[in-house]
């Protein structure tokens, strides 16, 4: 496989699992240095020893709990400097999507998604941007989602969450693109991991309905007859990294089989 990434050290987030853990593999396959980022040390373990075993001493780990900002980033980035080196990738794909509406979640819910998705993804991109502008070089990718576009009644705090980050992001992007930083946003549609099952769950306890009915809905409802997995979203977002994507940047690109209907 080509080397393109020898000589990058990227942080993953959310790297011990779902999309996080799909683009850690494929960096580590490709060269890079990589830092996993969550909150379970057990699991986060045994995925380092198992890329490290595919690629020995290219792994690292670090556990903490996202909802706790900016001290869990700039804690993370000190860890990648001490053991990878200076940053030159970030993918934030740690969080999640409660399934709420505007009126029913509890105030504590709207905080706690906020703290932890754009907060989170807000401060580890704060905490990564100096160690880049002293490079020159970094690409930093948000793992978002197409609720950000389509605001979606059941994803009532995910959509104002993504709403946010796809600003946030496009002004960073202003402010560190001519000093050789990237930033993109990635947004897929419902794409198949623990969290997936997890949403289902909640919206089958909600409507009644069994969760192989509310799983087998969401996936008639892809123009492709199926959801993206894991890999699927991996592919682009290493394409997003890598040198040929040299011109793409305070953007978001959508994987979502066309399921957006806007053209922008
Ligand atoms: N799957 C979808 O349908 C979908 C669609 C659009 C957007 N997204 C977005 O994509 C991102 C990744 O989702 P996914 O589907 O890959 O989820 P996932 O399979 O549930 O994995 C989430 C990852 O984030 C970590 N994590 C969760 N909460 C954390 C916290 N408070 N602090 C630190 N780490 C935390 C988890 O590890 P620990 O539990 O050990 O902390 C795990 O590694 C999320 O932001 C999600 O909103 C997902």
């Known amino acids: 496989m080509e080397q393109i990434f020898s000589s990058d050290r990227a942080i993953v987030t959310g790297g011990s699992r779902g999309i ?32 490290n075993r595919r690629r020995p001493g290219h792994v690292q780990w670090f556990s903490c709990d996202m909802a706790n900002q900016p001290m ?28 709420a ?12 998604d ?60 202003d402010e560190v693109s001519q000093h050789g930083v990237r930033v993109v946003n ?9 969290l997936l099952g997890s949403m289902a769950q909640s919206t089958a306890q909600k409507s009644g309905q069994p969760v192989e009915a509310v799983l087998k809905a969401m996936r008639m409802r892809s123009p492709l007859g199926r959801l993206p997995t894991a890999g699927d979203i991996a592919g682009v977002v290493l394409f997003l990294m890598s040198r040929q994507a040299d011109f793409v940047t305070g953007t978001g ?12």
């Open 114 to 173: 906020f703290q932890v998705k754009f907060f989170g993804y807000l401060a580890m991109a704060r905490a990564v941007v100096p160690c880049m502008l002293q490079q020159r070089k970094g690409v930093i990718v948000n793992i978002v989602g197409i609720a950000g576009k389509d605001p979606n009644p059941n994803l009532a705090i995910a959509s104002a969450v993504n709403g946010a980050l796809n600003g946030v992001m496009k002004v960073l992007a």
């Open 186 to 194: 990635v947004n897929p549609s419902a794409t198949e991991t623990d």
């Open 20 to 51: 996080g853990w799909a683009v850690a593999k494929e960096l580590v396959d490709r060269g890079a240095q990589v830092l996993l980022v969550a909150r379970n040390s057990e699991r986060l373990r045994q995925r380092a020893e198992e890329l």
């Open 72 to 99: 869990s980033a700039e804690a993370a980035v000190q860890h990648a400097l001490k053991t990878i080196g200076q940053p030159t990738l970030l993918l934030n794909a740690a969080g999640g999507a409660s399934i």
């Open 253 to 264: 690109i959508d994987v979502d089989a066309g399921i957006h209907r806007g053209m922008f």
């Open 101 to 112: 509406s505007v009126l029913d979640a509890p105030w504590s819910l709207w905080v706690g």
